[in-house]
């Protein structure tokens, strides 16, 4: 069973998580709205970077996360930048036994005057058919 997880703060991630999920063929919901007693085998988590970092909510999500829940983790994000939420999410969640593939799905996101418009219907149709890709590659 798949899972599309996200924080969103100012929309892009949320939009990227629902082409994600579209995918993916699993429903996005927001980090506080995912049940812990689910097992998982491939848990999407979209992230944005803000000042650098990933959300703190987002963070602590993936902090009370355990192997036996999880088998693998897929990352997706948007950024203003070219930052990543990969390496962060890797620190967090590898020391605990959670597997995070090296596959991403990044895009810029708009912020400000900067990347107005992204994620744009090109971006989200790329986020879909990554998620459809790393499903058949997941199995």
Known sequence: MNRVVYVSRGGNTKKLADAIAKGAGAPAVSVEHFDPSESVDTLYVGASIYAGAIDGRLRRFLA????????????????????TALPEIKSILEPKGIGVSNDEFHCRGSF???????????DLRQAEAFAERTCREQK
């Open 64 to 83: 009370g996360l355990k192997p036996s829940q999880v088998k693998c983790v897929v990352v997706f994000g948007t950024s203003a930048g070219k930052k």
């Open 112 to 122: 400000l005057f900067a990347n107005r418009g992204r994620p744009d219907g090109e």
